[in-house]
């Protein structure tokens, strides 16, 4: 049932027509803009807090002098309403809110199903392919990292599938010991599946176990004189002891995870330490969006459902500061989980010391994102000064142009505002239809397309456009920017400066072609080098990517009917593509499964 008031707002009129139900509650301000959602199990009661108390906390009497209209949705329960209040604030991001600012999917471990040789690999994104999700892990380094012992230890592959059905001999992964070739059949399929299985198990915390069938199968190879698997898998099971020495915490046995909250000057830091039976997987520090006057206690209550409840959870979450609906929360955890979650604020022995260390990471990081916050706002007003305007920019945006000698050329476009990179906002162009390393022509492309989209709504414009290059660059963001109609945006070419040395650039104001020599001790100079760092970094990796991922297609694949055995079955026959490309059609006809029509339609690829 949803309620709504949309004249002037009277609090105390509307708590009347509420029940004492569970629910969730919105209030908007005049605009129609969401201020805060929040949830109660008693919504007459909650809500007649925000209009019936003679004196309120600054930050909620800041915000009830803004409420024109409210509304309320009722659930069953009290965790339903727990439930959908994470849920609109994750997707409506209200201002009042405490909010996890997290534009990143966490990375796992991918394990493919449904062949004899299945790959292992980094995947970050929806988890719809056939197949095993290991995580989340809190970095792409602990994913990486784990990826290389899997290598080194049970060798199962992790080329892509394209690469891997093309191969006519082993690749240097075999050569030095970290593949075992199934590619070319070098390992039985019942081998390489019981490699893929110990694998599993050692991601899936079951180490242990591991060792020991690795060392039993090692006493049984060595008792029938298979002396030489013996060795290898005295090897494995050196490997694992060693990592299991390495890896092991104390007193972390179970699955959880340690979380500590830090806030000042009015900015919080969560840092949550990862363990997964006995074995530490690092930390990762957030830095939520946070309301004036929230506590500690409050932070973390908001942070744990918008965090946990759609990723797994493990058995205990530890944390710094209690908080009121802790019980409520781990209900509704265990419900969506397949195990009881605990959360514990009040801890000893090594847990303890966990809790203490994931505290000094919370402050150490917090103490570093204001310091940089500072830094960056300080170069913003620097930029200011340099620039002669007359308010502090907001919003850069900074266009770069990457290829190869003209091939696969990609354009990016960054995005920075006062508090730093806002990396939900970059954007990648793939340029085509262009004279191949026209660079003049793929930044007049990406610039029309970037601000066709922002002159329809959908963005924002920036204050100041950066564009990586001189004065041709700046011409064609000019006349972009004049064709389309769009006004208030100061333009500035970033040139390479004497020798391309670092902060020695030449800035190039728009249309008018001044420049300025900022020298590298300025602040400016600083934070447009930063900005135009990151541009280049962004659109370099996007044109490695569209660049391997064009080299790694086979022409092959272009033609109807030629499937993978087929493809496998002409590559081994001929030793490669260049193989295929040299025979006739005769020559290829030969080749079982491929009939003479089919030969006739892969000579004319190479051939034309």
């Known amino acids: 049932m949803i309620e709504r008031v949309r004249d002037a707002f009277d609090g105390k009129e509307f708590v009347r027509t509420l029940a004492a139900s569970p629910g969730v509650y919105r209030y908007f301000d005049g605009a129609g803009d969401l201020l805060y959602v929040g949830k109660a199990g008693n919504l007459?009661?909650?809500?007649?807090?925000?209009?019936?108390?003679?004196?309120?906390?600054?930050?909620?009497?800041?915000?009830?002098?803004?409420?024109?209209?409210?509304?309320?949705?009722?659930?069953?329960?009290?965790?339903?309403?727990?439930?959908?209040?994470?849920?609109?604030?994750?997707?409506?991001?209200p201002r009042y809110n405490i909010l996890l600012r997290d534009d990143k999917s966490f990375p796992y471990i991918y394990l493919s199903a449904g062949e004899d040789y299945p790959r292992m690999g980094f995947h970050r994104g929806a988890r719809s392919g056939k197949g095993r999700y290991f995580g989340p892990y809190p970095s792409t380094y602990a994913?990486?990292?784990?990826?290389?012992?899997m290598q080194k230890i049970f060798q199962v592959r992790q080329c892509e599938d394209s690469y891997f059905r093309n191969r006519s001999r082993p690749c240097l992964q075999y050569q030095i010991k970290r593949c075992s070739a199934p590619c070319v059949a070098l390992i039985e399929p019942v081998d390489y599946q019981a490699s893929v299985r110990y694998a599993s198990m050692f991601l899936e915390g079951k180490s242990t176990v591991v060792t020991e069938e690795l060392s039993k199968a090692m006493e049984q190879a060595s008792s029938e004189l298979e002396f030489e698997r013996a060795a290898r898998l005295r090897d494995q099971v050196?490997?694992?002891?060693?990592?299991?020495?390495?890896?092991?915490?104390?007193?972390?046995?179970?699955?959880?995870?340690?979380?500590?909250?830090?806030?000042?000057?009015?900015?919080?830091?969560?840092?949550?330490l990862y363990f997964r039976s006995g074995t530490s997987l690092g930390s990762r520090a957030f830095f939520p969006r946070l309301p004036m006057d929230a506590s500690a206690g409050d932070v973390l209550a908001s942070f744990i459902p918008q965090y946990y409840l759609d990723k797994?959870?493990?058995?205990?979450?530890?944390?710094?500061?209690?908080?009121?609906?802790?019980?409520?929360l781990a209900e509704v955890l265990t419900e969506n989980s397949a195990h009881v979650v605990e959360i514990k604020s009040s801890?000893?022995?090594?847990?303890?010391?966990?809790?203490?260390?994931?505290?000094?990471?919370?402050?150490?990081?917090?103490?570093?994102h204001v310091a940089s916050n500072q830094t960056m706002r300080e170069r913003f007003e620097a930029l200011r000064e340099l620039l002669g305007l007359d308010e502090t920019p907001q919003r850069l945006e900074c266009f770069d142009i990457s290829h190869t000698m003209g091939e696969a050329t990609v354009a990016s476009c960054v995005v920075f505002g006062p508090e730093g990179a806002e990396k939900s906002q970059y954007r990648r162009f793939n340029i085509s239809g262009i004279t191949p390393g026209d660079d003049y022509a793929a930044m007049h492309q990406a610039l029309e397309?970037?601000?066709?989209?922002?002159?329809?709504?959908?963005?924002?414009?920036?204050?100041?456009?950066?564009?990586?290059?001189?004065?041709?660059?700046?011409?064609?963001?000019?006349?972009?920017?004049?064709?389309?109609?769009?006004?208030?945006?100061?333009?500035?070419?970033?040139?390479?400066?004497?020798?391309?040395?670092?902060?020695?650039?030449?800035l190039i104001l728009g249309a008018s072609g001044k420049t300025l020599w900022p020298g590298p001790d300025s602040a400016a100079m600083h934070l447009v080098q930063n900005v135009r760092d990151e541009a280049h970094r962004f659109a370099i990796t996007g044109h490695r990517q569209r660049r391997q991922k064009t080299r790694e297609t086979?022409?092959?694949?272009?033609?109807?009917?030629?499937g993978a055995k087929r493809r496998s079955a002409m590559l081994k026959h001929f030793g490669g593509l260049t193989g295929i490309a040299a025979a006739g059609v005769e020559e290829l006809a030969k080749v079982k499964g491929i009939s003479r029509e089919l030969a006739e339609r892969i000579y004319a690829l190479f051939h034309g």
Do not use: W
């Open 554 to 562: 086979s022409r092959l694949e272009e033609i109807e009917g030629v």
């Open 238 to 272: 050196g490997l694992l002891k060693q990592l299991q020495a390495r890896h092991y915490v104390q007193g972390a046995s179970a699955d959880m995870d340690v979380l500590a909250c830090a806030i000042v000057s009015g900015v919080a830091c969560v840092t949550v």
């Open 143 to 149: 994913v990486r990292e784990s990826l290389n012992l």
């Open 449 to 506: 397309r970037r601000y066709k989209r922002l002159q329809a709504g959908e963005g924002v414009l920036p204050d100041i456009l950066l564009i990586d290059g001189g004065k041709g660059q700046v011409k064609q963001a000019c006349d972009v920017l004049s064709d389309l109609g769009v006004e208030g945006v100061m333009i500035v070419g970033v040139a390479k400066g004497e020798e391309r040395r670092a902060g020695h650039e030449t």
């Open 347 to 368: 801890v000893r022995a090594e847990r303890a010391r966990f809790l203490e260390l994931a505290q000094k990471n919370a402050d150490a990081a917090l103490a570093a």
């Open 44 to 93: 007459k009661k909650r809500v007649g807090s925000y209009f019936l108390k003679p004196r309120m906390e600054p930050r909620i009497a800041a915000m009830v002098v803004q409420i024109a209209h409210a509304e309320v949705t009722l659930t069953r329960t009290e965790g339903e309403a727990l439930l959908l209040e994470s849920q609109l604030i994750k997707s409506l991001k």
């Open 312 to 328: 797994p959870v493990p058995h205990e979450l530890i944390v710094s500061h209690a908080f009121d609906d802790a019980a409520l």
